[in-house]
């Protein structure tokens, strides 16, 4: 498990240069100068040059990139063009929210997808599975953003139980910061319950009549519990590498739901932020979003080693 | 104590119904070991399933028989009434012992799991028959091993556990389903002694399924020979090795490499392969292969009769009948070798 | 692959949709750009099936015509990201030495949720039908190159394939007539499901308002207008997602049917499945 942990960590290392690579050049590979950008095209040749010194324009894109890349390892992400305060602190004041988006939505796709999934093992000779297939297929054909207009319409208006805009912090009050995020979260989850449930199914499916099922069923070990401890237990293990996708799901996902439901998170700021060109912002934001998504993704690596006594133990 | 009567397991598959048991009736008594021999693909592995009802349903289904155990028809039973039955009165061990532990659990959780489904007991109580079992059945340092996951034993070893975990509720019946063709020779061996000692210890009635007529020799009383779902031949032990009287289980008993035997030690197979069992060959099922076969045998399907009390055979010809040709394929083969040399 | 009930449906709706987008202008009998501000936010009709919009144009007519600019970016992305990833995919799994290089950048791709990735590439290049497609192809074909990598690695030491290297063909030769045939079905399916996903993928770009210009009439960007008439005029928001809805589910089910068909056991198991149900009648007493 120890050198287990160790390759991954070091396999992480290039992923995070090559990160940083693209998130520079998504900015400083756009067409036109990005002072001109930044303070308008009609602005004096003197201003530009200015700001084009005080970013490090004039050097060249290697040098500019290591300065950058140095930065970021002392914490530093530049300053938001915007509102002028470091691109950290505007981030860190955003990411409670997303976070919490993150967490509502997590818990609601698993505490759907895992049941459904099992019950729909349980009677795979039905035509509950077809049905199953098509739902789930519908799921993830759907835009989120469209559904989470369906769910204003209804919840805003015809049956007004939820709210439909707006973010109560955790420390303020626990209720109304749930309440706040139902919505939302049954959004964001919606889509990934049919890709969760549809692996785990699968998964199931090609342990159900594995040969340690039947030690287990001719123990006199009830099919219920056949399938949901020993088949459910194996079945986890290759469901926890959908994970990362799903959370990647749920983080593309955020963006657009934040905004909608207004709620001040990373997305929104990042909409925001494209929408006002505050650069460093939008650098920053698609960095940490990254940069967090690589570390989940070790994180649900490590799991599945975890999971998994015969890694675990080697 | 456990009687099958015609039973027929027919499984659907994409190409037609497989008649994988095809009629089979036999009885085991307490204490009794009772071989079932015959080749892959001769039903006696789906034979062993029925009896504990382990066949998936579908495509497995029973269109006809009954399986009598203690009084009760277990493919009439519920499936909560079964449950008691399996792993309780009787038990089964498993082909192949590296997949049928379960990976991600402890060795000890698994054992403990068979006798907490059967037995409302504290867990430490449930520990410590595990241990015990663990001991029963060869395992060292058992305390220890209770906290080992399966790929941390060898095969030999995975197999003792497997059969710790069916004797965890002291069973009636213990079907052992070609327990020992997964393993080395020697472990095999080491194995097949220990279900003796363990039969002797609790008196527990052994089904063993076996292509390998060695390891029926060695365990069983009574032996049925399987052929194309059905049986062939059945007969004490004695009846079927030195009173054969069914050309296949002759050409089953010639197959096996003799070490003892006079003529040359040649490993003959039988010739042809299993029928196929969704259109079975007319008559009896052997005659394709069968080198004593006659034009009668394509039309006749002989049913198992009786030669003397306790032997049982499915073939037209007498016993007189299959000695002379048995005689008359010896000197033929004969011949044949001198002009090889 | 398209002779099977369920795969051929969502084809002839793709066809009969594109099609019926193409030749809008001729049949459609309310012009779609035509505005009558007395019409504005009309509910569904006998002569607006969908409602209008807030200009008074014909909801019905906006959708169809939208569906040209909506499905020409899924398809020029999947084209696109197909043709790139199947290079790469070839080249990183036929050569050992360049697949390491290859994979660690494709790695480093897949480390952004892709919609983040085609956000941020947007926000750089600007909105536009090209800069999309350019943004959902750099997002996407990462994908394909592992597909088509990992059916090549699965391919490549099959001795026809290793006869035809010591017979002293062409690498390009061989990759193009011995290799590519072979991992045609997974590049096929997985253009497939990226088409369906660059179609989601446009029009939440467009819909958060840093997609295709706001001129160019595409399901996205016809939401983003709708979105703040959600309770006035709900019609104008359900009809184009109903459209996305349905054409990204016909490329799933396009998708997950011409998987199963590939797959020869996927097929073997359906058809026993079939049988199951029919027999299961049979012996229900």
Redesign the interface.
């Known amino acids: 498990m120890l050198r287990y942990t160790l390759r991954r960590l070091l396999a992480i290392i290039p992923v995070l240069l090559i990160v940083s690579i693209i998130v520079f050049m998504i900015v400083h590979l756009t067409p036109g100068n990005p002072a001109y950008l930044i303070l308008g095209e009609d602005s004096s040749p003197e201003a530009i040059e200015q700001l084009e010194q005080q970013l490090g324009l004039d050097k060249p894109k290697v040098a500019q990139y290591f300065d950058w890349l140095g930065s970021i390892f002392t914490g530093d992400l530049g300053q938001s063009i915007y509102s002028e305060e470091p691109v950290t602190q505007i981030i860190s004041e955003r990411i409670g929210p997303t976070f919490s988006l993150m967490v509502i939505s997590m818990l609601l796709t698993l505490l759907v997808a895992i049941p459904t999934a099992i019950f729909i093992v349980w009677k795979r000779n039905t035509m509950l599975d077809p049905l199953f297939l098509s739902g789930s297929l519908l799921g993830t054909s759907i835009p989120e953003f469209w559904l989470a207009l369906l769910l204003v319409l209804v919840f805003g208006v015809t049956i007004p139980i939820f709210p439909v805009a707006g973010y109560i912090s955790i420390s303020e009050s626990l209720m109304d910061w749930l309440h706040h995020l139902i919505l939302p979260g049954i959004v964001l989850a919606a889509v990934e319950i049919g890709l969760i449930a549809r692996m785990l199914r699968d998964s199931m499916l090609e342990s159900v009549n594995q040969d340690y099922t039947k030690t287990a069923r001719g123990k006199g070990v009830k099919e219920s519990t056949v399938l949901m401890k020993h088949v459910f237990s194996n079945a986890l293990i290759p469901t926890t590498t959908v994970i990362g996708v799903t959370i990647a799901g749920l983080l593309g996902g955020t963006v657009i739901i934040e905004t909608i439901f207004t709620i001040p998170g990373v997305g929104q700021l990042l909409i925001d932020s494209i929408h006002r060109r505050d650069y460093p912002v939008i650098q920053g934001v698609v960095l940490v979003i990254a940069f967090v998504y690589v570390l989940i993704n070790l994180i649900v690596d490590l799991l599945y080693a975890f999971l998994d006594p015969r890694i675990r133990y080697d | 104590m456990l009687e099958v009567k015609n039973l027929k397991a027919h499984i659907d598959t994409t190409d037609g119904v497989v008649r994988a048991v095809d009629g089979v009736s036999f009885t085991i008594k307490p204490g009794e070991t009772v071989g079932i021999v015959g080749e892959s693909g001769s039903g006696k592995s789906v034979l062993a399933h029925s009896i504990m009802q382990l066949n998936p349903k579908p495509p497995t289904f029973y269109p006809q028989g009954e399986i009598i155990f203690e009084g009760k028809d277990l493919l009439q039973l519920q499936d909560k009434e079964l449950r008691k039955i399996r792993g309780k009165e009787i038990a089964m061990i498993f082909q192949d012992p590296m997949s049928s532990l379960n990976p991600v659990f402890k060795i000890g959780d698994q054992l403990m799991e068979a006798i907490l489904t059967h037995h409302h007991l504290p867990k430490s109580k449930a520990k410590q028959r595990a241990i015990e079992l663990l001991t029963d059945v060869g395992i060292p340092d058992p305390e220890k091993r209770m906290n080992a996951y399966p790929h941390q034993f060898s095969g030999g070893m995975r197999q003792r556990v497997l059969i710790a975990i069916a004797l965890a509720c002291n069973p009636k019946i213990l079907i052992a389903d070609e327990p020992t063709t997964a393993l080395d020779v020697t472990i095999q061996a080491q194995i097949l002694e220990l279900m003796k000692n363990i039969q002797e210890k609790y008196g527990t009635a052994i089904i063993i399924i076996s292509h390998d007529l060695g390891v029926i020799a060695q365990m069983a009383e009574k032996v049925l020979v399987m052929y194309s779902g059905r049986i062939v031949e059945k007969g004490d032990v004695e009846d079927i090795f030195y009173r054969t009287s069914m050309p296949y289980t002759w050409s089953l008993l010639r197959s096996l490499p003799r070490i003892d035997s006079e003529s040359r030690n040649r490993l003959l197979n039988i010739e042809g392969h299993p029928p196929n069992l969704i259109h079975p060959p007319s008559g009896c099922n052997f005659h394709p292969r069968c080198p004593f076969a006659s034009e009668q045998c394509k039309m006749v399907d002989p049913e198992l009769t009786k030669r003397s009390p306790e032997h049982y055979v499915a073939c037209i010809l007498s016993e007189m009948e299959f000695k002379e040709a048995k005689k008359r394929m010896e000197n033929v083969e004969r011949e044949g070798d001198l002009n090889h040399v | 692959m398209l002779r099977r009930k369920r795969n051929l449906i969502p084809f002839i709706f793709l066809i009969l949709l594109l099609l019926a987008t193409l030749t809008a202008t001729w049949w459609l009998p309310v012009s779609p750009s035509f505005m009558d501000s007395s019409l504005r936010l009309m509910a569904p009709s006998a002569e607006y099936w969908f409602g209008t919009d807030h200009f008074g144009r014909d909801i019905f007519g906006q959708t169809i015509i939208a569906a040209r600019v909506s499905l020409l970016v899924g398809f020029t992305v999947a084209l696109l990201s197909t043709i790139l990833g199947t290079i790469t995919g070839l080249i990183a799994g036929y050569y050992k030495k360049l697949d390491s290089i290859i994979m ?2 494709i ?3 897949l ?7 085609a ?7 600007g909105g536009s039908v090209t800069n999309i497609i350019i943004a959902l192809t750099f997002s996407f074909w990462p994908v394909m190159t592992r597909v088509v990598r990992s059916s090549v690695l699965q391919v490549k030491n099959i001795q026809y394939v290793e006869a035809a290297k010591t017979s002293g063909i062409k690498d390009p030769v061989i990759l193009s007539r011995y290799i590519l045939p072979n991992v045609l079905s997974p590049i096929i399916v997985q253009g497939t499901f990226i088409f ?1 996903k660059s179609i ?1 993928a446009e ?2 770009l467009s ?4 997609g295709v210009e706001p001129s160019i009439p595409t399901w996205g960007n016809m ?1 983003q207008e ?2 703040i008439y ?2 006035m005029a ?1 019609w104008f ?2 009809f184009p ?1 109903i459209f ?2 349905i054409t ?2 016909a490329l ?2 396009l998708g ?1 049917g011409l998987r199963d068909a590939f797959d020869p056991y996927a097929k ?1 198991k359906k ?2 499945k079939k ?3 029919k ?2 009648k049979q ?1 229900a007493s």
């Open positions: 660690r950048i790695d480093g791709m480390a952004f949720p892709s919609l983040l990735l956000l941020a590439l947007v926000a750089a290049l369906a989601l029009a939440a819909f958060l308002g840093v939401l709708a979105q959600i309770t709900p928001s359900i997602g996305i809805v990204v589910l799933n089910i997950d073997g058809k026993a049988r199951m149900f027999h299961k012996y």
